[in-house]
């Protein structure tokens, strides 16, 4: 072959080769989310820190839990573990893990997921004291983490470690060898399976976190072992996850279809905005948008609305004047009529909530069994309550304020909630909007007089709300404290019928969202949500998403 026939075919071959890249890359599936997202950047992906629903979306997709809960379903099933043992007596649960599960890092320098490997060269296989680790290191008072107390009644010796008055090797969760995690409860809690696999005991990897610490979360230093890795994250713009190739794949958590997920941090309105222009393939629909996408002959189309085990109320501080009073409470919350707040702001099909558990949980009371439990909107028994009020201040209401998270959806509902307070009660009191980035963590550090606040299911039974507000907990923001509400949720853990249980958890919200008005339950969420056509999603029913279930053509 002479000179120009070889370059002539070295050419022809490059540009085979070309074409083939390029029909590749176009089949490369990125599917671009702001699904429960928010404005501003994420606080953080550490699994013992995140405490916001968008942090949690993204551990849930890079590190996997001894259990997993079906999105599609509520339903527990498996993660790490291939299944576990409990003891005769109920108390002591035994896992099995896989043994095939690498740690992985994405390498911006090859553009691939790697496994990671120590200085001997072998690859750093998720163990089981990595689990133990996780767990210690959550409950360790040093670390701080804002989800530890729902660990502490269900690990014996976690609490006197978390509170300081225990030794780590008292808590009794045990590696008995490489691939098998022994976790004992104090008392038998059936559900105590799906406690142990929340993000909060994830398996994290303490080398990286030695080496790197506070920065082990950023893609250059964090090893995770999920569905998906971390390949950018872009400050207050976006995170991207990269499908993990030495994901093994699991009957529950199969290897994902897609190949990146780009999640975008944006509020409502501007995740809106990018959907209609093209550039996103899921996002909420913002409260003032529904009438127009439901009225719009595409968007309607590509609607979709279904449950979401939330609720949305109005906290206050119970330990510092003047919402610490009582009376100014049950005034205030009596006060909010939330059938208009539902019909006339949110429009999206949410339920009007005369307490805190979501009704849908396991051992929640219902509508349907308790129609009368709970807090109404009632102007006359709201206007007494603000007489005892003044009574109890010298005859003066201080001025109150109002504190939420920025964006338009919760200021409509705070506008609506203003001036229902300024129509019964007489009141003025100021709005405060506030930076989205780090306001869950705010509260948690000091909570404001009166603030917007949401709590969604972690796991599906009623103890996962009620258990928030109980003295000992660390999400306890409003700094509640009822003895008598703490014994009935105590009693309604330990109680195994599902009928007692409901009846304990039914005598409890009597006492703290009506009798207390601890904080005032506005409405129990629904979803209203965009994705286009060409995506095939996974369902949620939790309020969480699994991406490694969806697909894209």
Same mark, same amino acid.
């Given at each position: 072959?002479n000179?120009f026939?070889?370059v002539v075919g070295?050419?022809l071959?490059v540009v085979?080769?070309?074409?083939?890249?390029?029909v590749?890359a176009?089949?490369?599936?990125?599917?671009?989310s702001?699904?429960?997202?928010?404005?501003g950047?994420?606080?953080?992906i550490?699994?013992?820190l995140s405490e916001?629903?968008s942090?949690i979306?993204?551990v849930n997709?890079?590190?996997?839990g001894?259990?997993n809960?079906n999105?599609?379903t509520a339903e527990?099933g498996?993660?790490?573990?291939?299944g576990y043992?409990?003891?005769?007596?109920g108390?002591?649960f035994?896992?099995k893990?896989m043994?095939?599960v690498?740690w992985?890092?994405?390498?911006?320098d090859?553009?691939a997921?790697?496994?990671?490997?120590?200085?001997a060269?072998?690859?750093r296989?998720?163990?089981?004291q990595?689990?133990v680790?996780g767990i210690?290191r959550a /409950?360790n008072?040093?670390?701080?983490?804002p989800?530890s107390?729902?660990?502490?009644p269900?690990?014996?010796?976690?609490?006197?470690?978390?509170a300081?008055?225990?030794s780590?090797?008292?808590?009794?969760v045990?590696a008995?060898?490489?691939n098998?995690v022994? &976790?004992?409860s104090p008392?038998?809690f059936?559900f105590a399976?799906?406690?142990?696999?929340l993000?909060?005991?994830?398996?994290?990897p303490?080398?990286?976190i030695d080496?790197a610490?506070?920065?082990w979360?950023?893609p250059e230093n964090?090893?995770?072992?999920?569905?998906?890795a /971390?390949?950018?994250w872009?400050h207050d713009?976006s995170i991207?996850?990269?499908?993990?190739?030495y994901?093994?794949?699991s009957?529950? &958590?199969p290897?994902p279809?897609?190949?990146e997920?780009?999640l975008?941090?944006?509020?409502?309105?501007?995740?809106?905005?990018e959907?209609?222009?093209g550039?996103l393939?899921?996002a909420?629909?913002p409260?003032?948008?529904l009438?127009?996408?439901?009225?719009d002959p595409?968007l309607?189309t590509?609607?979709?609305t279904?449950s979401?085990?939330?609720?949305?109320? #109005?906290g206050?501080?119970n330990?510092?004047?003047?919402s610490d009073?009582v009376?100014l409470r049950?005034a205030l919350?009596?006060?909010i009529d939330?059938?208009? #707040?539902?019909?006339?702001?949110?429009k999206g099909?949410?339920?009007p909530a005369?307490?805190?558990?979501r009704p849908?949980?396991?051992?929640?009371?219902t509508?349907e069994?308790?129609?009368?439990?709970?807090v109404k909107?009632?102007?006359?028994?709201a206007k007494?309550?603000?007489?005892?009020?003044k009574a109890?201040?010298g005859?003066e &209401?201080?001025q109150?304020?109002f504190?939420y998270?920025?964006n338009?959806?919760?200021?409509?509902?705070?506008?609506?909630i203003?001036?229902?307070?300024?129509?019964?009660?007489?009141?003025d009191?100021q709005?405060s909007?506030?930076?989205s980035?780090?306001?869950?963590?705010?509260?948690?550090e000091?909570a404001?007089?009166?603030?917007r606040a949401g709590w969604?299911?972690d796991?599906?039974d009623?103890?996962?709300?009620?258990?928030?507000?109980?003295s000992?907990?660390s999400?306890?923001?409003p700094?509640?404290?009822?003895?008598e509400f703490?014994?009935l949720?105590q009693?309604a853990? /330990?109680e195994?019928d599902?009928?007692?249980?409901t009846?304990?958890y039914a005598?409890?919200e009597? #006492?703290?969202?009506a009798?207390?008005?601890?904080i005032?339950p506005i409405?129990?969420?629904?979803?209203?949500y965009l994705?286009?056509p060409?995506?095939e999603?996974?369902?949620?029913?939790?309020?969480?998403?699994?991406?490694?279930?969806?697909?894209?053509s």
């Amino acid at each position: 072959m002479n000179k120009f026939v070889r370059v002539v075919g070295l050419a022809l071959l490059v540009v085979a080769l070309t074409a083939v890249g390029l029909v590749h890359a176009q089949d490369v599936k990125v599917l671009n989310s702001s699904l429960h997202m928010v404005g501003g950047d994420l606080e953080t992906i550490d699994p013992g820190l995140s405490e916001a629903s968008s942090s949690i979306e993204v551990v849930n997709q890079i590190f996997v839990g001894l259990t997993n809960q079906n999105v599609l379903t509520a339903e527990p099933g498996l993660g790490l573990a291939t299944g576990y043992d409990v003891s005769e007596d109920g108390k002591t649960f035994t896992f099995k893990l896989m043994d095939n599960v690498p740690w992985v890092r994405y390498n911006a320098d090859s553009g691939a997921v790697e496994e990671i490997k120590d200085d001997a060269g072998n690859v750093r296989m998720v163990t089981a004291q990595d689990v133990v680790y996780g767990i210690l290191r959550a /409950l360790n008072p040093e670390t701080a983490s804002p989800y530890s107390y729902i660990l502490l009644p269900y690990v014996v010796g976690a609490a006197e470690y978390n509170a300081g008055t225990g030794s780590a090797d008292d808590v009794m969760v045990k590696a008995t060898d490489d691939n098998t995690v022994e &976790i004992t409860s104090p008392d038998a809690f059936s559900f105590a399976p799906s406690i142990y696999g929340l993000w909060v005991a994830r398996a994290v990897p303490s080398w990286a976190i030695d080496e790197a610490g506070d920065a082990w979360t950023e893609p250059e230093n964090i090893a995770s072992n999920g569905p998906f890795a /971390l390949k950018e994250w872009n400050h207050d713009e976006s995170i991207v996850l990269i499908k993990n190739p030495y994901w093994p794949g699991s009957a529950d &958590i199969p290897q994902p279809k897609l190949d990146e997920v780009v999640l975008r941090f944006l509020d409502p309105a501007q995740a809106f905005a990018e959907y209609q222009a093209g550039n996103l393939d899921a996002a909420d629909v913002p409260l003032e948008s529904l009438e127009q996408v439901k009225s719009d002959p595409v968007l309607s189309t590509e609607y979709n609305t279904g449950s979401n085990p939330c609720t949305y109320y #109005i906290g206050f501080d119970n330990t510092t004047a003047p919402s610490d009073n009582v009376h100014l409470r049950r005034a205030l919350s009596f006060a909010i009529d939330r059938q208009s #707040i539902v019909d006339n702001v949110t429009k999206g099909g949410q339920i009007p909530a005369q307490w805190f558990a979501r009704p849908g949980l396991t051992a929640a009371p219902t509508l349907e069994q308790y129609p009368d439990l709970g807090v109404k909107y009632d102007t006359e028994l709201a206007k007494a309550e603000l007489e005892l009020a003044k009574a109890d201040m010298g005859g003066e &209401i201080p001025q109150l304020t109002f504190t939420y998270n920025d964006n338009a959806g919760h200021a409509a509902i705070a506008q609506a909630i203003q001036q229902m307070w300024k129509d019964t009660l007489g009141l003025d009191v100021q709005l405060s909007a506030v930076e989205s980035t780090g306001y869950f963590s705010k509260l948690s550090e000091d909570a404001p007089m009166i603030y917007r606040a949401g709590w969604c299911q972690d796991y599906s039974d009623a103890s996962n709300f009620d258990d928030v507000f109980e003295s000992t907990s660390s999400q306890n923001d409003p700094g509640y404290n009822n003895p008598e509400f703490d014994k009935l949720i105590q009693e309604a853990r /330990l109680e195994t019928d599902v009928a007692k249980r409901t009846e304990l958890y039914a005598q409890a919200e009597q #006492i703290f969202s009506a009798d207390d008005a601890g904080i005032a339950p506005i409405y129990w969420y629904t979803r209203n949500y965009l994705v286009k056509p060409n995506v095939e999603q996974a369902k949620s029913v939790t309020g969480n998403e699994a991406y490694f279930l969806w697909d894209k053509s």
